[in-house]
C-alpha cells in the first residue's frame, strides 16, 4: 500500500501563490506517474497535472491540463518520495480541493479512474 498525504493549501488572492506539497510513504517503488487533480463544489474532479518518474525516462515527463498550463508547475523530488505543484497568478476559478494521486503505470493519464492511490485533498481558496 501507499499512502499521500498532501499540504501546503490555503487562502490567497487572485494573482498570489501556493505550494502544495505531496509526500508518498509505504510501497513507494510501487508507484511511477503521480498527478494533481481538484474539485470544486458541485463538479467533477478534474486533471490539472502530471509526472512520472525520472528515474523511467532521461528527465521526469510532465502533463498540464489548458487551464494550468503557463502558470502552474509541477515537479518531483524521488529522494524524497515527494511531489509539488507551484501555483502562481492564481485566480477565483482555481479555487478547490486539491488532490495527489498515483499509479504503478508510468503513464500520465487525465482520467482520474486509473490512478490506484489518493491523498485526502488539501483546500485553495482563491479570492477576488
Known amino acids: 500500500q501507499v499512502q499521500l498525504v498532501e499540504s501546503g493549501g490555503g487562502s490567497v488572492q487572485a494573482g498570489g501563490s501556493l505550494r502544495l506539497s505531496c509526500a508518498a510513504s509505504g510501497r513507494t517503488s510501487s508507484i511511477d506517474a503521480m498527478g494533481w487533480f481538484r474539485q470544486a463544489p458541485g463538479k467533477e474532479r478534474e486533471f490539472v497535472a502530471g509526472?512520472?518518474?525520472?528515474?523511467?525516462?532521461?528527465?521526469?515527463?510532465?502533463s498540464y491540463a489548458e487551464s494550468a498550463k503557463g502558470r502552474f508547475t509541477i515537479s518531483r523530488d524521488n529522494a524524497k518520495n515527494t511531489v509539488y505543484l507551484q501555483m502562481n497568478n492564481l485566480k477565483p476559478e482555481d479555487t478547490a480541493v486539491y488532490y495527489c494521486?498515483?499509479?504503478?503505470?508510468?503513464?500520465?493519464?487525465?482520467?482520474?479512474?486509473?490512478?490506484?492511490?489518493w491523498g485526502q485533498g488539501t483546500q485553495v481558496t482563491v479570492s477576488s
Open positions: 494521486a498515483a499509479r504503478g503505470s508510468r503513464y500520465i493519464s487525465s482520467s482520474a479512474t486509473v490512478y490506484d492511490y
Open positions: 509526472i512520472n518518474s525520472i528515474l523511467t525516462w532521461n528527465s521526469g515527463g510532465t
